[in-house]
């Protein structure tokens, strides 16, 4: 029987495929005459956007091509009679990388898809970037070694904080660093820089030997610049990210030695016009000196106190804007009774109070409510959480 016949439609992808790209597709057309300058602007940008669908499709359709046919040669290998196990493990093998590649890229069309319309919800926080940066890079590390990159980065010596999701900015960075590690085989190592710029963080991913020429389509575009490894739209979802972000993607290619530079900037978070002053009550003395130490970084003037009786007095000598106070505090006081006495001092009332605790149930919820306190934190606190909680309280009015 003709191997053709026998394999039915399922052998006859490309050829259909060929015939339909012999179809003429819909041309563009001048706006109607008559029309205002506004609808005319309208006219031309839904035009544009029905280019860019069938570009999209027609890269699209490419893409998923390539692993099609692979798996379509695969199975003509495998029902062959008398197949050399070798030559059926390496089929198989064959078949499950490219089942993951058209994964990865439906997956990925997906997420670009509710990118696009706006069903992406943000977990922000103010966050240090280039302290996400580095942890994010420390754990992939490895793997880039592995594959013989040396990877370089660098730092400004301050924080660069940002509002932002730090899950969701972790994998923007991912998508800028693999496209770049797969982009330019046998280049130079990657560099990482972020930076301040004004009222912006510029992060940047280059390497070597890999240029853009005029020419070249947006990398940041869908299928853009397509990369052996990669599903062609991580670098649109970094775009995507960075634009939900308030931020802008670009690329540059500022010379041969050089090469592609990948380019992120986001708007930095606002930074308090004055800090606050800070009350700690923590019979921890260490905790209570990290945590006067981290504020401090933060730009506040933090004090400390270990018990009750010094909480109260610490209230009475200088009245501060916030008070972080432990729940478990020694006797005679513990920080709910704490809590309710300092409501009762003169300009008490206006104090945030902010509970410490190791619990985060809701009877330990309800509990510090009730005795007084604005906020329930859960130890430990992290800097983003601090610096989050403290940017919307404005100091106090002095009296």
Known sequence: MDEAKRLGPRMNWGRRNELNQTSAGPTPSDPPEGQTPSERALFLALQEADRRKDELLAAL?????NPMSALAASVGLLRQENLPPEKRQRALDLMERQIYAMSSTVDDLLELSRLNRGRITLERQILDLGCLVSCTLEDRRAEFESQGLELSVQLPDG???????????GELLMHLVTHAARSAPGADGIQVNLACEGLEARLSVCRGGSCLAPESPDPFEPFGRLVAGTSGLGLSLARGIAELHGGSARALSPGTRTGLCL????PL???????LDVLIVEDDPDS?????LLLESLGHRPRTAHDGPHALQAVQDALPDVVFCDLGLPAPLDGCTVARMLRQEPGGEDLLLVALTGSGSERDRVRSRQAGFDLHL???ASPEQLHSL?????PRAPR
Do not use: F, S, W
């Open 61 to 65: 359709g490419h893409e998923l091509r």
């Open 159 to 169: 924080p660069v904080r940002v509002n932002g999701d730090p899950a969701r900015l």
């Open 263 to 266: 380019e992120i900037r986001l």
């Open 269 to 275: 978070a606002p930074e308090l016009e004055k800090g």
């Open 288 to 292: 209570a000196e990290l945590m006067a």
């Open 378 to 380: 859960v130890k430990p």
């Open 390 to 394: 403290l940017a919307t309280r404005p």
